[in-house]
């Protein structure tokens, strides 16, 4: 106590930080281990309290998940993000050691966190910037979903043996911010779910889904693991809830709406056979190269985006006039009004900013524009959700809407 009562007159703001302290000492006073860490690991203190003072979101991490200071203890301030192979065979060594669903549910949840801790750690010391860190949580997010779908199987199969069978013609389409790999602490995961099995086998796949919604949802002492959209499935909350390949494909290219075909711009097979891979990959083509009246095309994506705003809570930094969606939403416009095959591949709104500017659809200083748009805004939002900073983006949000106003209504694309 005495140790903590000298490191807390070194800190800023120490009436609120020891508000903090108070509320992880209520959580750990009957666990004398997590008391000798502290009192034997000045500098692990030292970082507790700095995190107190400066980031409500490592706070939060800190005093809710107290098994997190261990994380503080083995890790270097020095830190990379791990490849997507790296995490799957961490997760994996965790995971083999558990013997029952609830260890399984328990263990999940720890490795999300402690990446979150140790990504939100690298991000505030200026390690990695946020794109890279959106990257990273969208990879530890696909790496769960993996390993979810893996241990849903083996838990059906004691029933159904049949299941493990099923599990080679079933798929998880990711969409939105795991889609494009863009994903920060907050984001939801949008999933499709897609299958290539009798209709004699259609209700076991309802049950796989199900039952691997039920592991990423369900509420433990560690929270959920990620809440789950699947709106976006074919015909939204009032379709199957998993959709059989061919029925996808001719609803996408015969009965979607233009903002279902933007969505698909930033799909990608998260978990998927390499035939139902290639069918949706094939599919995104297909779908781009469909043939669009350019000022049609430009009034319904307008038109949705103003009905988004209308229908949703104001962002400052998403849904703001200028903003990231209406960023992105200019990238999709001209993606499916300019259709390249490469752009098909692209799901990143970056990516898609640098695909249009090979193509010669975006000028240079469009394109720097753009581009710098985008990278501060993730950076707003990250420092926002870590530091509740708020930082001005007037400059970034007046160069989008001249350059939307600009292409939306020309005839075509530049071209040199």
């Known amino acids: 106590m005495v140790l903590l009562l000298h490191k807390l007159r070194q800190v800023k703001n120490t009436d609120a930080v020891l508000l903090q302290v108070l509320h992880l000492l209520e959580k750990i006073v009957g666990r004398s281990a997590y008391l000798a860490l502290l009192t034997e690991n000045p500098t692990v203190l030292e970082e507790l309290l700095h995190w107190f003072a400066h980031s409500p979101f490592i706070t ?48 999940f949840r720890q490795f999300k966190l402690t990446c979150w801790l140790l990504a939100a750690r690298a991000e505030l010391y200026g390690q990695c910037d946020a794109l890279r860190i959106g990257r ?77 919604l039920h592991m990423l949802t369900m509420r433990s002492q560690a929270g959920v693991l990620y809440s789950v959209d699947t709106r976006l499935r074919p015909s939204g909350s009032a379709g199957l809830l998993v959709s059989h390949i061919d029925a996808f494909i001719e609803y996408q290219r015969a009965h979607a709406w233009v903002w279902e075909h933007q969505a698909l711009l930033r799909a990608r097979p998260l978990f998927a056979s390499k035939k139902i891979a ?44 200028g ?71 007037d400059e970034h949000q007046a160069h989008v809407l001249a350059i939307s106003q600009e292409l939306y209504s020309t005839k075509s694309a530049y071209k040199s």
């Open 323 to 393: 903003g990231l969606m209406d960023l992105e939403f200019l990238a999709q416009f001209l993606v499916l009004a300019n259709p390249a095959k490469s752009l098909a591949r692209s799901t990143n709104t970056l990516a898609q900013l640098h695909g249009l500017f090979s193509q010669q659809v975006l000028t240079k200083i469009q394109f720097q524009q753009l581009s710098q748009a985008y990278r501060h805004y993730h950076q707003v939002m990250h420092q926002y959700l870590l530091q509740s900073k708020s930082i001005m983006m």
């Open 136 to 212: 990273f949580l969208a990879d530890v997010a696909e790496v769960i979903i993996t390993e979810v779908v893996i241990k849903a199987c083996q838990q059906l199969s004691a029933r159904s043996p049949e299941i493990m069978r099923i599990k080679s013609r079933f798929a998880i389409i990711a969409y939105g911010k795991l889609g494009a790999r863009e994903m920060n602490y907050d984001s939801d995961v949008d999933l499709v779910f897609l299958h290539e099995t009798r209709p004699e086998e259609e209700g076991l796949v309802t049950r796989l889904t199900q039952k691997i």
């Open 278 to 321: 290639t069918m949706f990959n094939h599919l995104k083509t297909d779908v781009l190269f469909l043939p669009r009246d350019r000022v049609s095309l430009a009034k319904e994506v307008k038109n949705m985006r103003a009905k988004i705003n209308k229908y949703t809570e104001s962002d400052a930094v998403k849904h703001v006039a």
């Open 60 to 107: 939060s991490l800190l005093v809710n998940q107290p098994f997190l200071l261990e994380v503080l203890v083995d890790q270097e301030q020095t830190w990379r993000p791990l490849s997507r192979p790296q995490l799957y065979q961490l997760l994996q060594g965790r995971l083999i050691h558990c013997s029952d669903e609830e260890s399984q549910n328990d263990v």
